[in-house]
Nanobody
């Protein structure tokens, strides 16, 4: 089972860019579909973007489509989220998520989160 550690959060002004990284431990990272979620203060956690284990397919929330790009490097056990044209409403704790369906169970792993704050 993988363990996930996010980094790259911080303070940005509206219109600027940030790049989040998620470092995964373990030798089976390439078996997992991966995603980014976020949780703003007082709100529920929401989907941001996802990428399949082979990087053959990506998916984005409408609110970030065209501004954010998810990518992965299986050789480096890394997941990334390039965030451009940031808006104040992007302020949230961003979580890395690993997901894998097995025959009789599902594996779901979360990172501890990294805070992104966007000022207007």
């Amino acid at each position: 089972q993988v363990q996930l550690i996010e980094s790259g959060g911080g303070l940005a002004q509206a219109g600027e860019s940030l790049r989040l990284s998620c470092a995964a431990s373990g030798r089976t990272f390439s078996n997992y579909d991966m995603g980014w979620f976020r949780q703003a203060p007082g709100k529920e956690r929401e989907f941001v973007a996802s990428i399949t284990w082979s990087a053959s397919s990506t998916n984005y929330a409408d609110s970030v489509k065209g501004r954010f790009t998810i990518s992965r490097d299986n050789a480096k056990n890394g997941l990334y989220l390039q965030m451009n044209s940031l808006k104040p409403e992007d302020t949230a704790v961003y979580y890395c998520h690993a997901h894998r369906n097995l025959t009789k169970t599902t594996i779901s792993v979360w990172g501890q989160g990294t805070l992104v704050t966007v000022s207007s």
